[in-house]
C-alpha cells in the first residue's frame, strides 16, 4: 500500500501542491495576523478596539484553515480520482495487477496524509505566528495556550475531522462524474458545519461533527465498495 501511495504522490507531481499549500498557508497567515494587530489601538489602554474579537482568534484561525483546506483536500481528491477517470488515466492503472480497491483506497490515503500534515503544520504556525506577536509586541490573550497538551490534541482532531470530511464531497462527485460537483458539496459541507438556525448556532455542536466525521467514513467506504464490478467512466 506505501508503495502505491508513493506512486500516486510521483505521478501526481507533489511538487506543485506543496507550493500552493504554502501559498495557501502564507496567506491565511498574513490575513489573520492583518485582522489580529493591524486595527485601531486605543490610546489611554494600549489595547486595541476590538480585543474581545482578538481574545477569539482560535476560532478565526480554525474557520479559515478548516475552509481552506476541505476546499482544497477535494480538489485533490478530485485531480487524484475523478479526474483519472475523465482522462481515461484510471484505466491503466486498472489493468495493473492490483486490485482496483487497492488502488481507489491508495489515491484517497495519498491526498489524506498528504493534507492531515499540511493543515496540522499550517494551523501550528499560524498559531505561533500569533503567539509570538501577542508576547512580543502587544501582550493580551488570544484565546488558546501553546503550552498545553489539549491544545495540540484539539488541533490533531480538528484536523483529522476537516480532512476526512472531503470523502463526502469525493462521494458526490464521483457518483456524479463531476470534478465541480465535489468543490461546490465542499463549499456547502462547510456551511453547514458553521452555519446558525436562529439562535443555535451549529459551530458550537458537538455532535454534528460526529455525525458527518461518521458519514464521511460511510462515503470513504462506499468510494472504494464494488470498484471492482464499475465501468471506468
Same mark, same amino acid.
Given at each position: 500500500?506505501? %508503495?502505491?501511495?508513493?506512486?500516486?504522490? %510521483? @505521478?501526481?507531481?507533489? %511538487? @506543485?501542491?506543496?507550493?500552493?499549500?504554502?501559498? !495557501?498557508?502564507?496567506?491565511?497567515?498574513?490575513?489573520?495576523?492583518?485582522?489580529?494587530?493591524?486595527?485601531?489601538?486605543?490610546?489611554?489602554?494600549?489595547?486595541?478596539?476590538?480585543?474581545?474579537?482578538?481574545?477569539?482568534?482560535?476560532?478565526?484561525?480554525?474557520?479559515?484553515?478548516?475552509?481552506?483546506?476541505?476546499?482544497?483536500?477535494?480538489?485533490?481528491?478530485?485531480?487524484?480520482?475523478?479526474?483519472?477517470? @475523465?482522462?481515461?488515466?484510471?484505466?491503466?492503472?486498472?489493468?495493473?495487477?492490483?486490485?482496483?480497491?487497492?488502488? $481507489?483506497?491508495?489515491?484517497?490515503?495519498? !491526498?489524506? $496524509?498528504?493534507?492531515?500534515?499540511a493543515l496540522f503544520l499550517g494551523k501550528l504556525l499560524i498559531y505561533l505566528l500569533l503567539a509570538l506577536a501577542s508576547g512580543i509586541k502587544v501582550g493580551f490573550p488570544l484565546g488558546y495556550d501553546i503550552t498545553s497538551v489539549s491544545f495540540y490534541i484539539q488541533i490533531i482532531l480538528k484536523t483529522v475531522l476537516t480532512v476526512t470530511l472531503a470523502f463526502i464531497p469525493l462521494y458526490i462527485g464521483k457518483l456524479m462524474k463531476s470534478s465541480k460537483a465535489a468543490i461546490i458539496s465542499s463549499f456547502l459541507l462547510f456551511s453547514v458545519m458553521n452555519g446558525t438556525i436562529g439562535d443555535l448556532t451549529l459551530r458550537g455542536n458537538m455532535f454534528l461533527p460526529a455525525f458527518l466525521f461518521g458519514v464521511s467514513l460511510i462515503c470513504g467506504f462506499l468510494t472504494v465498495h464494488n470498484v471492482e464490478k464499475e465501468d471506468v467512466m
Open positions: 500500500m506505501w %508503495k502505491l501511495i508513493r506512486l500516486e504522490w %510521483k @505521478k501526481n507531481h507533489m %511538487k @506543485k501542491y506543496m507550493i500552493k499549500m504554502a501559498i !495557501v498557508i502564507a496567506a491565511l497567515g498574513l490575513l489573520l495576523y492583518s485582522m489580529c494587530y493591524y486595527v485601531p489601538i486605543d490610546t489611554e489602554t494600549g489595547m486595541t478596539d476590538s480585543v474581545p474579537e482578538i481574545e477569539n482568534m482560535a476560532v478565526q484561525i480554525d474557520l479559515l484553515t478548516n475552509l481552506a483546506f476541505l476546499i482544497f483536500s477535494s480538489v485533490m481528491l478530485s485531480s487524484f480520482i475523478i479526474n483519472a477517470y @475523465k482522462n481515461k488515466t484510471q484505466s491503466l492503472m486498472f489493468s495493473y495487477p492490483i486490485s482496483r480497491k487497492k488502488i $481507489i483506497l491508495s489515491q484517497m490515503m495519498a !491526498v489524506w $496524509i498528504f493534507c492531515v500534515a
